[in-house]
């Protein structure tokens, strides 16, 4: 039986609320680092804590209270003054703020939380004490996040990132608690982990629970946006009955001008009716991206101490808007964009004095709402990349041949970092060098209808910009026919749409291709995409880009705009297609997954438009 079984509603409210004070407080830690004798931020600390230790209290959850008992303790002295905040007390605290969050993982499991690590609740009894703590293991004295290696060697990301800022609901690990320290400190030379011969355990967890506490499946929702969909909803109630008497006159043969007047107004009002229902039920999945961006200063602070760098995280754009699914899928990716801005993009201090840099290097991290879509950036002030030396690499790991590597601009030579296995680094480090990440950040974003692109400035730094839709409930796109069967394609990827004309057609390499605007572009079939036959010539073609190359779709004819529901195709999905959704007059229309057909396609003579 559960641990706090008939308390499960109270311990999600929990969770909740202390996962997001807990993410408050890392962020004010890290603004504390650089400015310690800001007491209002200590008593900002300070509350968050005690808010934590209270809502643990009254849970019985004993554990979770002793550790924040004795780390609420460490603020109130440092805030009294009665402590002087240096580099060795605030590697304890963040370690024990990163027990705190493994802890929570197993409350969301509905398991009490195991107990602290000794050497940690003794550095802390020390640090109140003034005495110095336990010598028990070797000292910590340098940077030391431990990253613990996958089956295939790759350091596994998700760990460090747990073991750094957590999740919503971060697994309990066995390892130690992360002391991170840029330099020696008196008072570090005896704070050390437990003795590696007896690690406390903590109990493992399935694979079926990490899941199920990883995936938040509540939301928080502004009681305003219900009040407007209850509204609605009523509005909708009373046209409704207004459209059951205009039915009742009609079946008893009322037809008169009047009658089908009335008709087409309530119809009418019906239509603007459902699409405010439908904004507003929209709305109410909506977030504000700042409840993940919380997560990353932390990140960004404690790799770039592990690396040797000053590097501080900016936010902007916390209040934007975006769907709730969409946040818990961007983690990961931004995960990895923000650790190779501290890695690949931060030059060293070193190099940063030797070009005149400020020896502070800022990674931006923004967000903001451009039409019907969310722009993401992450940006940095470091060294920049070199479009040649992509295009070499690639060309040295034979991702690309020598005919490719000339025939890329330099906006694709940038490009090429998405590839499977590309790495700039000749070794490899805790940190990166094998080539693993780039392309996750690429398929990720691609698996939320949207694309990521970058630029750079060689001595000036790079830009990673995020392109999402504001919701993956409802996807604009494009109703084409092929035959008599019609299909969806991303209305993302649409650019214009064009009519062939045979005498337009030139083949490049024994391939169809058209000139637009001075622009060769290959001509692909819709039918040699899906595998059909191509029964007739087709008439018009759609101007898609898909990553950095644009390219023509032909197809027979096309039905026009739609916002549609995606339906998924459970056990029964083929390769290429995202989903089905419905037409109006109730027919059956797949939607294309463009980026999975192109994967397909092979480069043989099936390509070609007259086959």
């Not at 209290?57 to 009665?82: P, Y």
């Not at 504000?288 to 960004?300: E, M």
């Not at 899928?329 to 995960?335: C, E, G, W």
């Not at 920049?384 to 991702?399: N, S, T, Y």
Request: proline content about 5%; aromatic content about 4%; charged content about 25%.
């Amino acid at each position: 039986m559960s641990d706090f079984a008939g308390m499960e509603d109270m311990l999600q409210d929990f969770l909740t609320e202390a996962s997001d004070l807990l993410s408050g407080v890392d962020n004010k830690l890290v603004d504390l680092e650089k400015h310690p004798d800001d007491k209002e931020l200590l008593n900002e600390i300070f509350r968050g804590f005690h808010t934590i230790k209270g809502g643990a209290g009254f849970l019985n959850a004993t554990e979770m209270v002793k550790l924040c008992h004795r780390t609420e303790n460490l603020f109130d002295k440092l805030r009294n003054a009665q402590l002087t905040l240096d580099p060795g007390i605030m590697d304890v605290i963040m370690a024990a703020t990163g027990v705190v969050r493994d802890m929570f993982g197993e409350l969301s499991q509905s398991r009490q939380p195991s107990p602290a690590d000794p050497a940690l609740l003794d550095a802390l009894d020390a640090m109140l004490e003034g005495r110095q703590p336990s010598p028990a293991a070797a000292p910590v004295t340098a940077v030391a996040p431990a990253v613990a290696p996958t089956q295939d060697g790759e350091p596994d990301w998700n760990h460090l990132y747990h073991a750094l800022v957590g999740g919503e609901h971060a697994v309990a690990h066995d390892a130690n608690p992360v002391m991170v320290a840029a330099t020696p400190a008196p008072s570090l030379e005896t704070v050390a982990a437990a003795p590696k011969a007896a690690p406390v355990a903590r109990a493992p967890a399935t694979n079926a629970a990490v899941a199920a506490a990883a995936k938040d499946t509540t939301i928080r929702v502004d009681t305003s946006r219900l009040d407007q969909v209850l509204n609605l909803s009523g509005e909708i109630g009373l046209t409704k009955n207004r459209l059951t008497c205009i039915r009742t006159a009609i079946m008893q043969g009322k037809v008169d001008h009047d009658t089908i007047k009335d008709l087409d107004e309530a119809v009418s009002h019906l239509d603007l009716l459902v699409g405010d229902l439908q904004s507003a039920v929209m709305k109410t999945r909506m977030q504000p991206i700042g409840r993940l961006f919380q997560k990353y200063p932390r990140l960004a602070r404690d790799v770039a101490r592990q690396l040797g760098k000053d590097v501080e995280l900016v936010l902007s754009g916390e209040e934007t808007e975006i769907d709730k699914t969409m946040i818990e899928d961007l983690n990961d990716p931004l995960v990895h964009l923000i650790r190779n801005a501290v890695d690949h993009g931060v030059d060293s201090p070193e190099e940063r004095a030797s070009a005149g840099k400020p020896a502070k290097s800022l990674v931006h991290l923004s967000a903001e709402q451009v039409g019907d879509h969310i722009i993401i950036e992450i940006s940095d002030d470091g060294r920049g990349i070199r479009a040649d030396v992509i295009r070499q690499k690639a060309l040295e790991k034979g991702l690309i041949d020598a005919e490719t590597a000339n025939s890329l601009d330099e906006r694709q030579s940038l490009n090429l970092i998405f590839l499977p296995g590309f790495s700039t680094k000749d070794t490899i480090s805790d940190v990166s060098g094998r080539g693993v990440g780039m392309d996750v950040v690429k398929t990720n974003i691609q698996n939320l209808n949207g694309r990521v692109e970058v630029s750079s400035i060689v001595g000036q730094g790079s830009t990673f910009r995020i392109m999402l839709p504001l919701t993956l409930a409802i996807l604009p796109v494009l109703m084409v026919r092929l035959g008599d069967q019609p299909f969806a394609v991303p209305l993302s990827m649409v650019r214009e749409i064009l009519p062939i004309r045979s005498e337009d057609v030139q083949r490049v390499s024994g391939k169809a291709t058209m000139i637009v605007r001075e622009e060769v572009l290959p001509i692909r079939t819709l039918a040699s995409l899906i595998g059909w036959e191509q029964t007739s010539v087709p008439s018009f073609g759609v101007l898609l880009q898909s990553g950095d190359s644009n390219f023509i779709l032909a197809i027979d004819s096309f039905i026009g705009q739609a916002d549609v529901v995606i339906k998924p195709l459970h056990d029964i999905k083929p390769k290429g297609i995202a989903g089905a959704t419905l037409t109006g007059d109730g027919a059956i229309v797949l939607v294309l997954d463009m980026e999975e057909l192109l994967g397909m396609q092979t480069q043989d003579t099936r390509a070609a438009l007259f086959a």
